[in-house]
Nanobody, 119 residues
C-alpha cells in the first residue's frame, strides 16, 4: 500500500520558518519524482516544487523560489520542504505527492498538513 504522510505543519509568525516532512512507504521511493502542492483556503491546488528521483534536480514555483527548498533522503524515504520567510499568503494545507512514472501526473497524495502564518 502506497502511503505518504506529511508532518511538521503548525502556526508560525510572518517571517518565520517551518520544515515539513513527508514519509513515504509501500513503494520504491528512489524510483519516483516527488512534489509538494498546497491549497489555500478557498483556492485551488498550487504546485510548489518537484525533486527528481535520481540527479537531485529541483523545480520551484515563482511564488516560493528563493524561500522554499525541497530535499529528499532516499535512504529514509522522506522528502522535505524547508520554508523560510513565511508570509500570510503561505497559509494553506500542504500536500506531498508522488509523480507517476510515465509523466501523466501525480498518482498518490498524502493527507496534508496545515500551515498557518499569522501574527
Amino acid at each position: 500500500e502506497v502511503q505518504l504522510v506529511e508532518s511538521g505543519g503548525g502556526l508560525v509568525q510572518p517571517g518565520g520558518s517551518l520544515r515539513l516532512s513527508c514519509a513515504a512507504s509501500g513503494f520504491t521511493f528512489s524510483n519516483y519524482d516527488m512534489s509538494w502542492v498546497r491549497q489555500a483556503p478557498g483556492k485551488g491546488l498550487e504546485w510548489l516544487s518537484t525533486i527528481k528521483n535520481g540527479a537531485g534536480i529541483t523545480y520551484y514555483a515563482d511564488s516560493v523560489k528563493g524561500r522554499f527548498t525541497i530535499s529528499r533522503d532516499n535512504a529514509k524515504n522522506t522528502v522535505d520542504l524547508q520554508m523560510n520567510s513565511l508570509k500570510p499568503e503561505d497559509t494553506a494545507v500542504y500536500y506531498c505527492a508522488r509523480e507517476g512514472l510515465e509523466g501523466w501526473g501525480k498518482d498518490y497524495w498524502g493527507q496534508g498538513t496545515q500551515v498557518t502564518v499569522s501574527s
